[in-house]
């Protein structure tokens, strides 16, 4: 059974993050959404809603494929994560060619702790390139429209949360 590991913050998920977990499934067995514990990024959901959020968005994809999707939260190292949920494979979405710079040093530290894990990178479909949850956030906060940015029950947490 080949399983990866898509790790992320996920604060909050985007349609991009729900292409790469799309492309993932298709890759694998079975495909963990590691859900990272960052308070050097101080999420504005806490854990439990960004679970929440990640585990709405990944139940039709399991279904529809077939294949085990799962979330697992996370605060260690990605690769101590990685082996935890028995990843042979962590999945990197990349958006752009400065993603490729900071995941290209990510990897070989990665190797060196442990290079039976590997990492393969998925190019975000063109319509979501420009997507980032940071920017997402900020629009909303500014009081722009997010809808093409994030799915209809994201949006409505969010709006709540902002307000």
Same mark, same amino acid.
């Given at each position: /059974?080949? !399983?990866?590991?898509?790790?992320? !913050?996920?604060?909050?998920? !985007?349609? +991009?993050?729900?292409?790469?977990?799309?492309?993932?499934?298709?890759?694998?067995?079975?495909?963990?959404? +590691?859900?990272?514990?960052?308070?050097?990024?101080?999420?504005? =959901?806490?854990?439990? @809603?960004?679970?929440? #959020?990640?585990?709405?968005?990944?139940?039709?994809?399991?279904?529809?494929?077939?294949? @085990?999707?799962? !979330?697992?939260?996370? @605060?260690?190292?990605?690769? &101590?994560?990685?082996?935890?949920?028995?990843?042979? /494979?962590?999945?990197? +979405?990349? %958006?752009?060619? *400065?993603? =490729?710079?900071?995941?290209?040093?990510?990897?070989? /530290?990665? %190797? #060196? /702790?442990?290079?039976?894990?590997?990492?393969?990178?998925?190019?975000? &479909?063109?319509?979501?390139?420009?997507?980032?949850?940071?920017?997402?956030?900020?629009?909303? %906060?500014? +009081?722009?429209?997010? *809808?093409? =940015?994030?799915? &209809?029950?994201?949006?409505?947490?969010?709006?709540?949360?902002? #307000?």
């Amino acid at each position: /059974m080949k !399983t990866a590991l898509y790790p992320g !913050t996920f604060d909050p998920v !985007t349609l +991009g993050h729900i292409d790469i977990f799309k492309r993932a499934a298709a890759l694998v067995d079975r495909l963990v959404i +590691g859900i990272a514990v960052n308070s050097d990024k101080a999420p504005l =959901f806490n854990l439990d @809603e960004r679970v929440q #959020m990640v585990e709405a968005q990944i139940k039709p994809i399991s279904n529809k494929i077939g294949i @085990e999707i799962v !979330t697992h939260p996370f @605060e260690n190292l990605l690769i &101590d994560c990685a082996e935890e949920v028995g990843a042979s /494979m962590i999945i990197r +979405g990349l %958006r752009a060619v *400065s993603d =490729f710079e900071y995941e290209y040093s990510m990897v070989g /530290m990665n %190797r #060196m /702790m442990n290079e039976k894990i590997e990492t393969v990178f998925l190019m975000s &479909d063109l319509k979501y390139q420009s997507i980032a949850s940071k920017l997402v956030k900020e629009i909303a %906060r500014l +009081g722009g429209d997010i *809808s093409n =940015f994030v799915p &209809d029950e994201v949006h409505e947490k969010l709006l709540k949360k902002l #307000m």
